[in-house]
C-alpha cells in the first residue's frame, strides 16, 4: 500500500530556552500523546558545553501520520501551502521524504507557518512508493486544501 508511512518532527531546547514554553509550542503544532505517537527527549551536550535538549515525536503508523501531516498543512496560511507547493521538489529527497520547517517562535503563538531559520521545528514525512509518487501525493494533497479549505484564523 502506498502513501505515508510515517511522521517525525524535532526540535531542539536550548539551555537559554524554557522547556515547557518549547513543549507548548510542539504541542500546539501535533499531538505529543496518543496510542500510536512516541516522544523521547535526549539531551546532548553543545559546542561550547551547553545542554542542549531535543525532543522528536514520532508516529509510526502511516494512517495517524497522514492525518497529522493533514492537520499541520491545513494550520498553514495559504501563501505559505502555496510557497510548499513551489518548492515541493526540492523538499522530497530520493527516498520520498518531504522536510518541512515550521517557526518555533510562531507556534509557541499558537500559528504554523513555515521558517526557513535555523530556530524551528523540523518536520520529515516518509513515503511508501518512491520519490515521484511521492511528490504527485504531496502536491495533490497541497492542492486539496488550498482550494478546498479557507484560512483558520
Known amino acids: 500500500m502506498m502513501g505515508v508511512s510515517w511522521l517525525e518532527a524535532r526540535v531542539s531546547v536550548h539551555a537559554t530556552e524554557d522547556r515547557e ?7 500546539n503544532i501535533l ?7 512516541e516522544v523521547v527527549e535526549d539531551v ?3 559546542h561550547y558545553g551547553n545542554q542542549i535538549r531535543v525532543i522528536t515525536v514520532r508516529i509510526k503508523d502511516g494512517r495517524t501520520a497522514s492525518k497529522v501531516l493533514e492537520d499541520i498543512l491545513s494550520k498553514l496560511p495559504s501563501h505559505d501551502r502555496r510557497y510548499l507547493l ?22 509557541y503563538l499558537g500559528e504554523a507557518r513555515i521558517y526557513e531559520g535555523d ?22 494533497l497541497l492542492k486539496r486544501l488550498l482550494e478546498g479549505k479557507a484560512d483558520r484564523g
Open 31 to 37: 499531538p505529543l500523546s496518543g496510542g500510536k505517537i
Open 44 to 46: 546532548f551536550e553543545g
Open 86 to 107: 513551489e518548492t515541493l521538489e526540492e523538499r522530497v529527497d530520493k527516498n520520498g521524504v518531504l522536510y518541512i520547517r515550521v517557526s518555533k517562535q510562531d507556534a
Open 21 to 27: 514554553k518549547v513543549v507548548r509550542a510542539l504541542s
Open 119 to 140: 530556530d524551528v521545528i523540523r518536520i520529515a514525512v516518509g513515503f511508501q512508493g518512491g520519490r515521484r509518487k511521492a511528490v504527485s501525493f504531496y502536491r495533490e
